[in-house]
């Protein structure tokens, strides 16, 4: 069964600083991965995908992230954050064939301090 | 705006009593699928449905569940004899292009009491 680690429950940045979130990820095949941000009290909008190809892919709002199969991670990364990104973050993986139905980790909440 | 709208928004509820949500895409997407979103965790899918047929339910969706999408254009989730434990914030997505990546509609808050 697939499944998603999400270590850090709660991550707090400072405004123009980098940033890291961790994903692991439990998939026989090549999975299918995703981010997802969802602001309080709204759905979670994409930030980005991952299928195959290049291993470092890109998204919306100036995040990216990067597969490593040897390491089954898929961590979220940004150089400098904005006091909008502040928002729970879900990374999800789905299964590469038949249902696409993604399995999401419980989140990491990002705290952005001005 | 991810084309997705869920009605009601908030809905505050006796335990016993019945609830409709409703998720209306605004094009008829292929797949919809709903999840169950409780605090501090991630969605948990609940069921999906590729136009009008339901293709595969959770385990979560005991049979005080039922969901519907006829004519596979809006879906109906359905929860009779509500439970405290039921008390959640219930999400509808749909896939765009690609079948693979979804789009959220903004949910809808179930409180029971």
């Known amino acids: 069964a697939q499944s998603v680690t999400q270590p850090d429950i709660h991550i707090t940045v400072s405004e123009g600083a980098s940033l890291e979130l961790r994903c692991n990820y439990s998939?026989?095949?090549?999975?299918?991965l995703f981010w997802y941000v969802q602001s309080p009290g709204q759905g979670l909008q994409l930030l980005l995908k991952y299928f195959s190809g290049d291993t470092l892919v890109q998204g919306i709002k100036g995040f990216e992230a990067e597969f490593k199969r040897s390491q089954s991670s898929f961590n979220l990364r940004k150089p400098s954050v904005h006091w909008s990104d502040a928002a729970e973050y879900f990374c999800?993986?789905?299964?590469?064939?038949?249902?696409?139905?993604?399995?999401f980790g419980r989140g990491t909440s990002l705290i952005v301090h001005p | 705006d991810t084309g997705v709208s869920q009605n009601p928004r908030h809905k505050i509820t006796k335990r016993g009593q019945n609830v409709t949500f409703r998720c209306d895409p605004i094009?008829?997407?292929?797949?919809l699928y709903w999840y169950r979103q409780t605090l501090g965790q991630g969605p948990e899918f609940l069921t999906y449905?590729?136009?009008?047929?339901?293709?595969?339910k959770s385990r979560l969706l005991s049979d005080r569940f039922s969901a519907e999408r006829p004519k596979g254009s809006f879906s109906t989730l359905e929860i009779q004899r509500t439970e405290q434990g039921d008390s959640a914030m219930y999400l509808c997505a749909t896939t765009g292009q690609g079948i693979s990546e979804q789009y959220f509609g903004p949910g809808t808050r179930l409180t029971v009491t």
């Open positions: 094009s008829e997407h292929n797949r």
């Open positions: 998939y026989g095949a090549t999975p299918y």
């Open positions: 999800a993986v789905a299964s590469s064939g038949g249902s696409y139905i993604p399995t």
């Open positions: 449905f590729q136009n009008e047929a339901q293709l595969e």
